[in-house]
């Protein structure tokens, strides 16, 4: 069973425009924005697991992760998978950048349980 607690998405938003050789309106194209396509934490056996999907903007991405606030530079992916202690309350943030800077983020408060839920 999946359980979120508190979570939130949020966006900013960019709306930029690509235009192609010849610089006529005609020929522009739309580059849309990265947004938050799936979002989930996971607390169990002690871990915490998180994933995020993206979609839209210009890939590749990039992933920061963060858990209460402390950067975890090890985690680059769309997966994040940390220990915690069963009974307290975590708060993980990514933070996910495109190919042209465009960012969105992330969060979610879980508690950590010691058994899968």
Known sequence: ????LRSAV???PFALLLVLTGGAASNAQAITSPAV?????DPG?????CAITVEGG??????EWY???VHKAQFTGHVLRLGCTP???????VVVTDAIGQRISAWAVCTCVRDWQ
């Not at 069973?1 to 979120?4: E, G, H, L, N, V």
């Not at 210009?58 to 992933?63: A, C, G, I, L």
């Open 1 to 4: 069973m999946r359980r979120k």
């Open 10 to 12: 949020a966006t900013l």
């Open 37 to 41: 396509s799936a979002w989930d934490c």
């Open 45 to 49: 056996g002690s871990l915490m697991w």
């Open 58 to 63: 210009v890939t590749p991405y990039t992933y």
């Open 67 to 69: 858990k209460d606030g």
């Open 87 to 93: 009974g307290r309350d975590v708060r993980i943030d």
